[in-house]
């Protein structure tokens, strides 16, 4: 509290408060005749009195919704990995972009949410990410009374008609068995990209995310079992030389894998090639990890995804898709499915929540594929 001298005498008494929905201070005060201290009992007195009042008077409808995601999305952040964050502030910024300052939470409906989702000016996986956080943003709002129900889960994305295009698309994701075996004979071919091709082939036969290979650690193998606990993912924020391991990307994600025998051979030489390397390198980082390049620490993502353009621009014939560490994650989805193993033992392996877009796409492509191949079947009978 403070104070000060009026022009007719008096004096003027101020106190800030924060507002809770703009979370501007607010300066409010009240007017006396003078400054003894029992004065200033009573302006202090009487301005928290004003405040209480004030507060009391906001009600959750008064809330705007710019105001309130703000909020939800100082909240979330705090759950959330630094990957994760990087993922959504796109879509955040977006809207917190969009929004018109002035509305209010409880005024807004599915029409409204619906206008913003329809923009045709947006790519489609775009809309999606702002339809997710609308979604979780009036979750919140739910949660905390705001509103008493959620029109942004009723609104919904425009159905797209697929395209020749979009079946293409879903072809890039994946290597057909011949197109892996390809690439991976050049990358086994010159001793620079040796360990990269290890790392490629157990992607291609485990199923797991490249962040979950490069944490994979001598204690997360259990050679007698067959096993491997694919328990973490690498975070790549913080740099690959501190290896800070963190917490999968979902639940579904923390699983235990049984190995195949080739899995197992795999690891088993990256394990050997890392035991000579120390031998004989006096700066070898000893992490831990198995997936390493020559120095002992994680093979980095980038420098993986380059080294897969290059083999491939390599190739006699380059493989007319987009390489990255992902496409071998994929191909074991395309390969499982050919071979007739039901989507969820697929997603089971790979790490997918049961609502997997793309291992959905990916498997429904493929046996759509195998349907229409039965009539090629039958007339060539």
């Not at 003027?12 to 409010?28: A, C, G, L, S, W």
């Not at 943003?137 to 889960?153: G, K, M, Q, W």
Request: net charge positive; charged share 25%; with cysteine.
């Amino acid at each position: 509290m403070w104070s000060q001298q009026i022009p007719n005498g008096r004096y003027q008494y101020f106190e800030r408060y924060i507002d809770p929905y703009t979370e501007k201070m607010v300066r409010i005060s009240v007017t006396l005749d003078g400054n003894s201290r029992s004065m200033q009992k009573q302006a202090a007195l009487l301005l928290n009195e004003k405040i209480s009042r004030k507060l009391n008077e906001l009600s959750t409808t008064d809330a705007l919704l710019l105001d309130v995601s703000k909020e939800w999305w100082e909240q979330y952040k705090k759950t959330l990995k630094q990957s994760s964050i990087s993922s959504m502030t796109s879509g955040v910024n977006y809207l917190l972009n969009t929004i018109n300052p002035h509305t209010k939470i409880k005024n807004v409906n599915v029409k409204f949410i619906q206008n913003i989702i329809n923009d045709d000016n947006i790519k489609r996986s775009q809309l999606e990410r702002i339809k997710s956080v609308l979604n979780l943003i009036f979750d919140y709002a739910v949660t905390l009374e705001y509103v008493t129900d959620n029109p942004a889960r009723r609104a919904k994305l425009p159905k797209r008609v697929k395209t020749l295009e979009d079946l293409e698309k879903v072809n890039n994701k994946y290597l057909e068995q011949s197109e892996l075996s390809d690439i991976l004979a050049e990358l086994y071919r010159r001793p620079d990209t040796y360990r990269h091709g290890l790392l490629a082939e157990f992607m291609s036969l485990n199923g797991c995310r490249m962040g979950e290979a490069i944490a994979l650690k001598y204690d997360n193998y259990h050679k007698s079992d067959k096993t491997i606990d694919i328990h973490g993912t690498l975070d790549t924020t913080v740099g690959y030389a501190k290896g800070d391991k963190t917490t999968p990307k979902t639940v579904s994600s923390y699983r235990t894998v049984e190995l195949s025998d080739r899995e197992i051979a795999i690891i088993d030489e990256m394990i050997a090639i890392s035991q000579t390397e120390k031998m004989i390198n006096p700066t070898y980082h000893n992490m831990g990890f198995i997936f390493v390049s020559n120095s002992g620490i994680p093979i980095q993502i980038n420098s993986f995804n380059l080294t897969l353009k290059r083999a491939n621009t390599r190739l006699k014939t380059p493989i007319k898709k987009n390489f990255s560490s992902h496409i071998f994650r994929h191909s074991l989805v395309s390969f499982l499915a050919e071979n007739n193993v039901p989507l969820k033992a697929i997603m089971d392996r790979v790490g997918h929540s049961h609502s997997s877009k793309t291992t959905s796409e990916i498997y429904t492509h493929v046996t759509e594929n195998m349907k229409s191949s039965i009539i090629d079947i039958l007339n060539a009978k």
